[in-house]
């Protein structure tokens, strides 16, 4: 059974900064790809960015140059850098593994981030 654990979240101004981590425990396979979906209220869940255990990353447009995704292989943890947050990064956060083969889709519980003066 793999779970994952998400930290980070909370309260941060418009202009601040979050780290989000996200440890993966249990049995999985590589390939995979480790990342970071949001759900705001509302509103469907949506793509931030993923990472390749190889190192590729994939941005969503509206995070590009503020956000950066990267990942630990040996801890089995993603993160979630974000600057210049904006009150519409308002939303619940979700670490996903995606294992390709055979192919396996895991979520974590979820982190709220709130940008807010």
């Known amino acids: 059974q793999v779970q994952l654990v998400e930290f980070g979240g909370g309260l941060v101004q418009p202009g601040g900064s979050l780290r989000l981590s996200c440890a993966a425990s249990?049995?999985?396979?590589?390939?995979?790809?480790m990342g970071w979906y949001r759900q705001a209220p509302g509103k469907q869940r949506e793509l931030v960015a993923t990472i390749t255990n190889g190192g590729t990353t994939n941005y969503a447009e509206s995070v590009k140059g503020r956000f950066t995704i990267s990942r630990d292989n040996a801890k089995n943890t993603v993160y979630l850098q974000m600057n210049s947050l904006k009150p519409e990064d308002t939303a619940v956060y979700y670490c996903?593994?995606?294992?390709?083969?055979?192919?396996?889709?895991?979520w974590g519980q979820g982190t709220q981030v709130t940008v807010s003066s």
């Open positions: 996903n593994l995606r294992q390709i083969s055979p192919y396996r889709d895991y």
């Open positions: 249990g049995r999985f396979f590589s390939p995979n790809v």
